[in-house]
């Protein structure tokens, strides 16, 4: 098993580590040189720098500059491995997909061996190959006359009923065995922290339409394929905006919003690995505040918010886990507040946040490794 698995991984690790053979050297271990990445179920860092320090043998020569950077990363069905190295000779990096963690990372120790020095990894495996084993050879048994002749050299009775030929018995054939149940490849629960940050415009709670800003952070569960589950915690505000009375009245007042939210997206790909779209159910509480103006006496107040908000986000992947994304949510208020001025003993309405409002944004998303 191990000669078909260096035969087929030889060539791929022969490109990364021929261009990277080691110059200077110090004692050091595998572990020195190597940053491990993985999805939970992987193979550890510990165990891949133990396999290539078994790779290398006893008399390999470590340069105390190279640096490699491994991670085993999931792209919908499938894993990929990222490696990147850095040599006295430059800088070179690779990718090799496949479905199994064990093989990824075994992969990972041979092509992370061959950059270190290719020439230890060569040696030590030819010294690993047993001899094969020969049998002694043996003189032939001499024959032997049957104890069953007479001493005159007849044949006796015995030997002529052990000679002749017995009747042939049938033996019943073997059941066949039941084939084991096929299994299906578990594939590691992929895990993702993300974080997006968004410029923002408030539509309804606010008098008129307010910009402002939303900040978010999250992690991505990589559930099936071609899709993740995100839960997201997130705080925004809404500037400042005024409201009169009248056209022609100048009294009235200013009033503002901030809120906290949580939300569950469904990111699903659209265009892979270009485009995804991701739908969105959020809730918020926080509170809106509002500020006299214009009146004999400046008052101010705040009163509590909560609305569930209905939407999605449409995100382009530019580069690596940098991606450009646009909100679009409706907002329907279960708890808004109502703001009133008292002018000559009586209540004058100013502002109350509308029945349905709604969210519109722009801003960046990136997935933490």
């Known amino acids: 098993?191990?000669?078909?698995?260096?035969?087929?991984?030889?060539?791929?690790?022969?490109?990364?580590?021929?261009?990277?053979?080691?110059?200077?050297?110090?004692?050091?271990?595998?572990?020195?040189?190597?940053?491990?990445?993985?999805?939970?179920g992987c193979p550890a860092r510990d165990a891949v720098a133990s396999e290539v320090d078994r790779l290398l043998g006893a008399h390999a020569r470590r340069d105390a500059t190279i640096?490699?950077?491994?991670?085993?990363?999931?792209?919908?069905?499938?894993l990929e491995l990222e490696i990147e190295t850095?040599?006295?000779?430059?800088?070179?990096?690779?990718?090799?997909?496949?479905?199994?963690?064990?093989?990824?990372?075994?992969?990972?120790?041979?092509?992370?061996a061959m950059a270190i020095d290719p020439e230890a990894v060569a040696a030590n495996e030819s010294e690993a190959e047993p001899e094969?084993?020969?049998?002694?050879?043996?003189?032939?048994?001499?024959?032997?006359?049957?104890?069953?002749?007479?001493?005159?050299?007849?044949?006796?009775d015995t030997a002529d009923a052990l000679s002749s030929p017995r009747p042939h018995v049938a033996e019943p054939a073997p059941e066949p065995e039941a084939a084991p149940p096929p299994t299906t490849p578990s594939t590691p629960l992929d895990v993702r922290f993300v974080a997006s940050a968004h410029a923002i415009l408030g539509i309804g709670p606010v008098p008129s339409v307010s910009p402002g800003a939303m900040v978010s952070l999250g992690v991505r569960l990589g559930l099936f394929s071609g899709g993740a589950l995100e839960l997201w915690a997130s705080g925004s505000f809404l500037a400042e905006q005024r409201a009169r009375l009248a056209e022609d009245d100048p009294r009235g007042g200013s009033f503002g919003l901030a809120a906290a939210r949580l939300r569950t997206c469904l990111a699903l790909e659209a265009a892979p690995p270009l485009l995804e779209l991701a739908p969105?159910?959020?809730?918020?509480?926080?509170?809106?505040?509002?500020?006299?103006?214009?009146?004999?006496?400046?008052?101010s107040g705040a009163a509590p918010w909560a609305a569930l908000a209905v939407g999605g986000e449409a995100r382009v992947w530019v580069v690596g886990p940098l991606a450009i994304t646009v909100l679009a949510e409706l907002q329907i208020p279960f708890v808004a507040p109502t703001f009133d001025l008292e002018l000559d003993g009586a209540p004058r309405r100013v502002?109350?946040?509308s029945d349905v409002g709604a969210v519109l944004g722009l801003g960046a998303l990136i997935r933490l490794p």
Not at 86 to 109: D, M, N, V
Not at 132 to 151: F, H, L, N, S, V
Not at 280 to 299: H, Q, S, Y
């Open 351 to 353: 502002h109350r946040a």
């Open 67 to 78: 640096r490699v950077r491994a991670r085993i990363v999931r792209r919908g069905t499938q």
């Open 1 to 40: 098993m191990r000669a078909h698995w260096w035969g087929s991984t030889f060539v791929l690790a022969i490109v990364l580590g021929g261009a990277t053979a080691p110059c200077a050297h110090a004692q050091r271990t595998s572990a020195d040189v190597l940053t491990w990445s993985a999805p939970v």
């Open 86 to 112: 850095s040599t006295p000779e430059g800088e070179g990096a690779r990718t090799i997909g496949g479905t199994s963690c064990e093989g990824l990372a075994q992969a990972a120790a041979l092509v992370i």
């Open 132 to 156: 094969p084993e020969t049998e002694p050879e043996t003189d032939p048994a001499p024959e032997t006359q049957p104890a069953t002749e007479r001493a005159n050299g007849e044949p006796s």
């Open 280 to 299: 969105c159910l959020a809730v918020e509480a926080g509170a809106m505040w509002g500020r006299g103006e214009a009146v004999p006496i400046v008052l």
